[in-house]
């Protein structure tokens, strides 16, 4: 099997940060650091950071609905709630597929399956996630159609988007917007360069997985056939 898949198997990283931990040379195969590309076999004993990993026999998935005022890592400097804090009684080591803001609300998916989690978050996939946006001020058709066609943000165009304005208000706009990208603070950079302040952000979707009537702050094991789409698309 190859190193990072492994590595994901293994619940610590996404196979991707499992190339980064493997560039960086925190990753030993029988004691030798090991190198990017690397096949694991029977016996082989491998170690990221000091210590041994073995793939994880069971893979779990969870959708949480994360209420705002918790982070999406496994630690935070300043001491402020994880999503983990929500889900103390799961044992397996699981963690969030992509990343909601501190102030983002809406679906999350916990899980250890470190492939599905790449899959789900690699941009060449295009998994439309989508969110529901209240915003500063009217939102006009016309600024709709540009965050659809794509806005700058970082120096870089957005990939089209749909965008649907749910309500209009002089004060304020409730808008629904997908997009199959997850730049950082994408959705709230996005509002901005068109002009609106993001005052309110949940995400209700990941492709047609929908938060439904799971409550704030709780959670729930997804079902065989939940599962069996996200690996499917
Ligand atoms: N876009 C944002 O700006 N924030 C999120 O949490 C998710 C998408």
Request: charged content about 30%.
């Amino acid at each position: 099997m190859r190193l990072n898949k492994y590595i994901a198997h293994s619940g610590v990283a996404s196979r991707r940060k499992a190339d980064e931990l493997v560039e960086k040379g925190l990753v030993k195969i029988n004691g030798v650091t090991a190198s990017t590309g690397m096949d694991v076999g029977p016996g082989d004993v491998v170690e990221v950071d000091g210590k041994i990993i073995e793939p994880e026999k069971k893979l779990v998935y969870y959708m949480l609905n994360k209420p705002v005022g918790y982070i999406t890592t496994a630690s935070d400097e300043q001491g402020r709630p994880t999503v983990l804090d929500l889900m103390p009684e799961v044992e397996e080591r699981i963690y969030p597929v992509g990343r909601l803001d501190y102030m983002t609300s809406g679906l999350l998916i916990m899980t250890n399956d470190g492939d599905l989690a790449y899959k789900l978050m690699h941009p060449s996939k295009k998994v439309f996630k989508t969110y529901v946006a209240e915003v500063g001020g009217l939102l006009t058709i016309h600024e709709a159609r540009r965050l659809s066609a794509g806005v700058k943000i970082q120096g870089r165009m957005t990939a089209p988007a749909k965008v649907e304005i749910l309500s209009q208000s002089d004060s304020s706009s409730r808008v629904m917007i997908s997009i199959s990208e997850g730049r950082n603070r994408q959705v709230r950079r996005m509002f901005e360069a068109v002009g609106h302040r993001v005052i309110r952000l949940e995400r209700i979707s990941i492709a047609n997985l929908k938060l439904g009537h799971l409550k704030e702050g709780r959670y729930r094991k997804m079902s065989q056939n939940e599962i069996d789409y996200l690996k499917r698309l």
